[in-house]
């Protein structure tokens, strides 16, 4: 089904090399982003840097086995339908900490601020910062706020990091995919990022879109109480389900096979990427997540989501395979079959 | 002694109202800053908001207390004598640790590169954050990279987030002042501030000045193996010792007097500040602490710190009172006293 493909000696078509400076891509979470991290962050880390860096690490302290994760939230415009980035910088977090299997606990809460932003804007980021956290469990414990000069910032960064703690026996993370295992995803893709965009060009789509941003933590909960040894959960924000689904690939070092028609685009996503030039599975969500788990524990895993609000649309979307290791591929409506690249650079610069 | 001066009733003379907007101020870790905490960010966060949003945060986690940090560095130039923001970025997220007494152990790092920003920089930046994660033994374990454009960012922004370990029992904290305390300082203040304005003026004072970032939780330990009940640590950062000391005073309702003649301000350190109208009371240090101890331990912590290369230049400075609660004064060479009030806002912006 692959034939023709060369799915041999993947390497990014825009290496580091070729870009003495950072370009808007390096921060899309695709290819440009993984290079920096691991041709740039790693080696100048040196013997500190543990791990691969990822969306959230697995620590240890005192016996306890912790999850710890950063994000820095940079979205324009601050305010976009459904949502702001005080949502986002709140359950940006609690999802990468709800990834590992963890139950977050604790956010830091750091801003940098430009010279003339309102406080009225920052207030209303508090608030919604506020809300959410109270929605999701999680109290912000700690904060830090600096200032930078007119020329120097766009409105307001926040910085959110969290605590989450696993408890004993769980264990989810990319390499743990398994050729066999059930693809499963928890509702409509591309949501978000065709909500920013909307509002950002001012333009709308269909019956409008607003936001999926939403905390992940209870629907996780819901799904890992069926007892089924989730191999592994990620939300695909920037860079979308085709960067997530390329990510675990080549962790895992399996393959990734989608059906196409299976994919859950609501049609004004459909309708906005058509008419811009996007593709679905590269746009952000921020409410929605992606489950590799047995074939066998499948029906239960899908039934637990559906029965919860945030996973009411919940399906299968694929299989994981023992073919073409590292790379996804999606059958199409036609019968063919064609490769899902890892993103290189931004689709929709600053989409969270 | 304080006769004539009105410690009562003291207000922030900048209040929020006066502000529709973000000004400078709002980042100098003094009177506005705390303003922004305490009208803005607490009431936004609401039953989410857990206690005052302090510099660290003590949490629980399955029975184990863990110290929950985070700090953004924005300072300008990126590189300066004695380190750079990378080191910067390491040090003060491990001491804001270390100040509660804990052992730091992980440190998250997010980076908010500005499109255009030469990818050698960020090499330099992230080796400098490795040889100070390795120098101070903590792992850099997660991250987040995003990128802006050119005109809404400035090089490189970097926020850490740091976790830590509490032993059973310790309890340091501003709250513990006590009248009667001696109040302790580790080494020469104001260094870190004159030796960034330095290099962002072009200009040199005396024999030039060098950053003095460091870890500081190495010294710490030492203090704490002394067996005294060491009751607040602190490192004067952004707003120097003038806002350290007047936050610690509000916090434990305790007066604090300095013998001026006791701060160890060294040569150059006074010449810039007296050439530039600055107090040298107020400029940030980054690898010095303050610490409130009970007095029949001044002694031991003193030879403990002494006998530390980084608290080589211990000495005491003051003494923490039962009069005028809330407010630090210092006697002046002349035999006078004047206060030292919390700085409103920003002598030197972007100082980390």
Same mark, same amino acid.
């Given at each position: ?25 390096? =921060? ?82 750091? &801003? ?31 904060? @830090? ?25 769980? @264990? ?14 928890? =509702? ?16 709308? &789509? ?89 074939? @066998? ?56």
């Amino acid at each position: 089904m692959t034939a023709g493909l060369d799915f041999e000696n993947w390497t990014c078509p825009v290496p580091l090399r070729d870009h003495p400076a950072i370009v808007m891509g390096h =921060g899309g979470g695709g290819a440009m982003s993984a290079e920096l991290v691991e041709h740039l962050f790693l080696p100048g880390y040196g013997a500190a840097g543990a791990g691969e860096l990822g969306d959230c690490a697995v620590v240890e302290a005192g016996g306890v086995r912790l999850a710890f994760s950063t994000d820095s939230f940079v979205v324009r415009p601050m305010f976009f339908p459904g949502g702001s980035i005080g949502d986002l910088a709140v359950n940006g977090t609690v999802n990468d900490l709800a990834m590992s299997g963890a139950t977050p606990l604790y956010l830091s809460a750091a &801003f940098i601020l430009q010279e003339g932003t309102a406080l009225a804007d920052i207030g209303r980021i508090a608030a919604a910062m506020g809300a959410a956290a109270s929605a999701a469990g999680v109290r912000l414990v700690t904060g @830090d706020t600096k200032v930078v000069d007119r020329r120097s910032g766009d409105g307001v960064y926040v910085n959110t990091a969290g605590v989450g703690m696993l408890a004993p026996g769980v @264990d989810i993370a990319p390499r743990r995919a398994t050729a066999g295992d059930a693809v499963l995803v928890s =509702g409509d893709l591309g949501v978000h990022g065709v909500a920013v965009l909307s509002c950002r060009e001012g333009v709308e &789509f269909g019956t409008g879109v607003s936001s999926d941003t939403a905390p992940l933590h209870g629907l996780v909960a819901a799904m890992l109480a069926t007892g089924a040894d989730v191999h592994v959960l990620r939300d695909p924000t920037r860079g979308g389900v085709a960067a997530s689904l390329n990510e675990i690939a080549r962790a895992a070092g399996v393959g990734v096979e989608l059906g196409e028609r299976d994919l859950p685009v609501p049609p004004a996503v459909a309708d906005a990427c058509s008419l811009l030039g996007l593709d679905p599975l590269q746009v952000a969500n921020e409410g929605k997540l992606l489950a590799f788990v047995p074939p @066998d524990s499948a029906d239960a895993v899908l039934d637990a989501m559906r029965a919860h609000p945030l996973g009411a649309g919940a399906r299968r979307i694929g299989t994981c395979v023992p073919d073409h290791p590292g790379m996804v591929v999606a059958r199409t409506a036609l019968g063919g079959t064609r490769v899902v690249t890892m993103p290189i650079g931004e689709q929709l610069p600053r989409i969270c």
